[in-house]
């Protein structure tokens, strides 16, 4: 590069001391004398320079600088690419000097008359002789003219409209401050006015204040920021609102040209524009409000249709008081726990301006065109932890062109990574997701407080986090009705384990959820000890966790027992079928009770079933200790415990295939994917890619049971101390917990379809099990011979392998045509 600039000097400096009389190509002179500074090749240089190109060829030393700041900058980008952008830089050059020396040929030819072929050199002559003669005068004008301004634009990568932009807001900017100078001095009391002379109660102009104060998030920070506010009259703002903010007046005082001066040029050429009707929002129209109703109407466009309750966030003045309608319950005795044990929301507020925005935007533009994709950033959505851009692609752009670039993307930004969302649904965009400088944490007080958590029916009510754009994202475990969370180590994974657990606690008292939690590590779980909702203490011995696992199942079926007797078709309808009896004063009858079993007895009443909720912190462990009884239970409990108020939350930080195997996947759909190393971690756990771009620290790509578009949530966070104080305050007003000392024992009796030791058979042994397992759901075809053919394997090996397939409930019986029926669901496409 340094070379260069030295060869730019040096021809500028031969250039500059030319000399007519020197020796040269085009004049021999006197060889002994030569004045030109570059010596003798100097001399010989500028002459031909001049006498084939006139005074362009001062454009020479100009574009051999320019190549080598080009070759600086790009030194981050691939070699092909660099190649492309420079010769795309030269071929500019080289039309913009033809053209250039042409026009000077034809108007400005008295002026060069030193050099030997006038102002625009041999070339100029040649092209305007020719074009002269073929168009005239208008006609070689304008087409001169047009070939200028497209070769400039390549040779310099300019976007004219850029340059009017600037150009209009610099006018605009020099009428502004003309006009704060006379008002100024015409009347002197107004510079000393209050930035908002008719500011209201809370320090805002009175036309802010005819809002709803919910549309505007944070008056503190709206206040000092007013003017740059002002760039964005959205149209979808009340008109009051717009006049206050487009207002000159209150400004006066105060100008900040730079806000005002980009907005009003690009904002009008940007309205004529026409928008996608799937994006009505104005380009780069910034969301920095996403407390503010109205944006929220929208922005579920974003998200895909869930199950789970998207709401708008609630600023967290707006929380519902620690609910008393939440906090205790309808029978009345005992309290739930108040919001004020966890740690109110603190924002930063330091999201990016929109002046930030607006120059990201051309960024992200511009670091696409330079990898060859024409884009135009549509609309701008900020959020606590990411800023998700819209991209409208140029047609015939492919959208995984742009997954492609994903990590040039990330290092072209100077970002840790950039995740790519390809379908948005409803709309024709995509997306682009880049993380904030500054990034906000999610409180979990924040979710609670939100409408959609307290609003929430459901018992199994989990509060998740915020969506990208800060809204909250609440599920209900009841539908999921298992999850599988994995990651990487540190990756979040704890942390969201607390807060879903206490999601139930704050939701549900131990009549409602009971809780069964399984931690190998000895570490994460332990806290929760003697809570009233738990079944058990603690499981960390792995044998007894087997056992809790074979208690539920067994349970699971005494619960399918009664349902079917009542004829009632889930827990909800056999609590209420319950409820309605101890109501009416004739409490029903346990009709599975058998007399012979305690002779003389009366059959005990049934009673509320409170639904359990079984939480392993790491899957991987118990596998290793347990074997592959585990996936057994596991598999038979996700597959019917959906209706008997059994939900499984299992959490592993090795998301290997030898863990989250086909059978255990195939059962459970609904999936957390918090950050990974490798995209093949995101395929183990969400059957695709995308894991493997997330930040950490709780951000996670959330697959709901319906659908196969993963939802970025930021995980909620919960410290150590706010569990310590849920904890306590749980122990303190409702006593010692009620345990069930079964679930932890041997089982004494044999549960149907489970064998109660491990047998060590293919399942255990046949390394090819797994593989065969999902080839069966997938193909969805159960038979011997098609496992046979698939695995090039022995009929002997493949007949027990389908057998075992359907000992553990993957496959039905087979058939008259040895076909058998897949009972387990397909896989999620990816
Ligand atoms: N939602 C969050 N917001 C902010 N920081 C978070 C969040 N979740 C986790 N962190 C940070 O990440 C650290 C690691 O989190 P956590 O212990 O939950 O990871 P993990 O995946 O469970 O790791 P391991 O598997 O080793 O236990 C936490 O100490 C915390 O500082």
Redesign the pocket.
């Given at each position: 590069m340094w070379a260069l600039v030295c060869v730019a000097i040096y021809l500028s400096l031969s250039l500059m001391s030319y000399s007519p009389s020197d020796p040269g190509w085009s004049y021999v002179g006197d060889a002994t004398k030569v004045t030109n500074a570059g010596g003798r090749t100097g001399a010989w240089f500028a002459d031909v320079a001049f006498y084939l190109f006139g005074y362009f060829a001062y454009l020479l030393p100009f574009m051999v600088a320019w190549s080598a700041w080009l070759i600086f900058r790009g030194r981050s980008e691939d070699m092909a690419m660099r190649t492309w952008m420079l010769s795309l830089r030269w071929v500019g050059f080289l039309v913009t000097l033809a053209a250039g020396c042409a026009f000077a040929s034809m108007h400005l030819s008295g002026v060069g008359d030193v050099l030997p072929n006038g102002t625009g050199g041999g070339l100029g002559l040649l092209i305007s002789q020719r074009m002269l003669a073929a168009f005239n005068l208008t006609g070689a004008n304008l087409l001169l003219g047009g070939l200028l301004l497209v070769s400039l634009t390549l040779f310099f990568g300019i976007s004219w409209l850029k340059l009017l932009d600037t150009l209009g807001a610099s006018v605009l900017t020099g009428g502004r401050r003309a006009w704060t100078l006379l008002n100024g001095f015409l009347s002197p009391s107004r510079v000393e006015a209050p930035l908002y002379a008719d500011a209201g109660p809370n320090g805002l102009p009175e036309a802010l204040n005819l809002i709803d104060p919910s549309a505007v998030p944070d008056p503190e920070s709206v206040k000092p920021r007013a003017p740059a506010r002002s760039r964005k009259p959205s149209g979808r703002l009340p008109q009051a609102l717009q006049d206050a903010m487009t207002d000159p007046v209150p400004f006066a005082a105060e100008p900040e040209p730079e806000a005002e001066e980009s907005m009003t040029l690009a904002d009008l050429m940007r309205g004529q524009r026409p928008v996608p009707e799937a994006a009505p929002r104005i380009k780069r129209t910034v969301r920095r409000v996403p407390k503010n109703p109205e944006s929220q109407a929208e922005q579920p466009e974003l998200e895909p249709e869930l199950e789970e309750d998207v709401a708008k966030p609630a600023p967290v003045a707006k929380q519902k008081a620690p609910s008393r309608v939440m906090s205790v319950k309808a029978s009345g005795e005992r309290p739930l726990p108040p919001l004020e044990l966890l740690d109110a929301p603190r924002k930063s507020g330091r999201g990016y301006s929109p002046e930030q925005i607006e120059e990201l935007s051309r960024h992200v533009e511009k670091t696409l065109a330079d990898f060859g994709v024409v884009a135009e950033v549509v609309a701008v959505f900020p959020g606590p932890v990411v800023t998700l851009f819209e991209l409208q692609l140029a047609p015939g752009v492919k959208a995984s062109k742009i997954t492609g670039l994903a990590r040039d993307l990330a290092r072209a930004l100077t970002t840790i990574s950039v995740r790519v969302v390809e379908i948005i649904p409803g709309k024709s965009s995509i997306g682009i997701e880049i993380p904030n400088k500054q990034r906000e944490?999610?409180f979990l007080s924040e979710v609670f407080g939100s409408s959609a958590y307290q609003d929430a029916g459901s018992p199994l009510t989990i509060g998740l986090?915020t969506n990208i754009s800060g809204a909250p994202v609440v599920a209900d475990l009841a539908r999921m009705p298992h999850a599988l969370i994995a990651?990487?180590?540190?990756?979040?994974?704890?942390?969201?384990?607390?807060?879903m657990i206490l999601s139930l606690l704050y939701k549900s008292d131990p009549d409602d959820v009971r809780l069964i939690m399984v931690d190998p590590?000895m570490?994460?779980l332990s806290v929760y000890e003697g809570i009233p909702h738990l079944l058990t203490p603690v499981v960390t011995d792995m044998k007894e966790a087997a056992n809790a696992l074979r208690w539920c199942v067994g349970e699971m079926e005494r619960r399918y027992r009664l349902m079917s007797k009542l004829g009632v078709r889930n827990i909800g309808g056999y609590n209420r079928r319950v409820a309605e009896a101890e109501q009416a004063g004739e409490p029903i009858p346990d009709p599975t009770f058998n007399p012979a079993e305690a002779p003389g007895m009366e059959p005990p009443a049934l009673t509320h079933l409170p639904y359990v909720v079984v939480i392993i912190d790491?899957l991987a462990d118990m596998m290793m200790v347990v074997g592959k009884k585990v996936e057994e239970l596991i598999a038979r409990l996700a597959q019917k415990a959906r209706a008997s108020g059994i939900h499984l939350l299992l959490?592993t930080?090795r998301p290997s295939v030898d863990v989250l195997t086909g059978l255990i996947k195939a059962n459970i759909p609904t999936r957390m994917a918090?950050q990974v190393s490798s995209r093949i971690d995101s395929r183990t756990i969400l059957d695709q890619m995308g894991a493997e771009q997330l930040l950490?620290?709780?951000?996670m790509l959330y697959l709901p049971p319906s659908g196969n578009i993963p939802q970025r949530v930021?995980?909620?966070?919960?410290d150590d101390h706010e569990v310590h104080q849920v904890v306590d305050f749980l122990k303190s007003h409702y006593g010692e917990p009620d345990y069930i000392h079964d679930v932890l024992r041997e089982p004494t009796e044999m549960l149907p379809g489970i064998d109660p030791e491990p047998r060590g058979d293919t399942e255990d042994t046949d390394p090819l099990f797994d593989e065969a397992v999902q080839f069966v759901v997938e193909s969805r075809r159960g038979s011997i011979s098609g496992v046979q053919r698939r695995f090039k394997i022995g009929y002997n090996r493949a007949a027990r392998m389908v057998e075992e397939m359907e000992r553990i409930g993957i496959v039905g019986p087979a058939e008259t045509n040895g076909n058998r029926e897949v009972l387990a669901p397909p896989p999620i496409d990816d």
């Open positions: 944490t999610v986090g990651g990487t180590t540190g990756s979040g994974k704890s942390v969201a384990i607390n807060a590590k570490l994460e790491e959490a930080q918090f950490g620290n709780g951000d930021h995980g909620a966070f919960v």
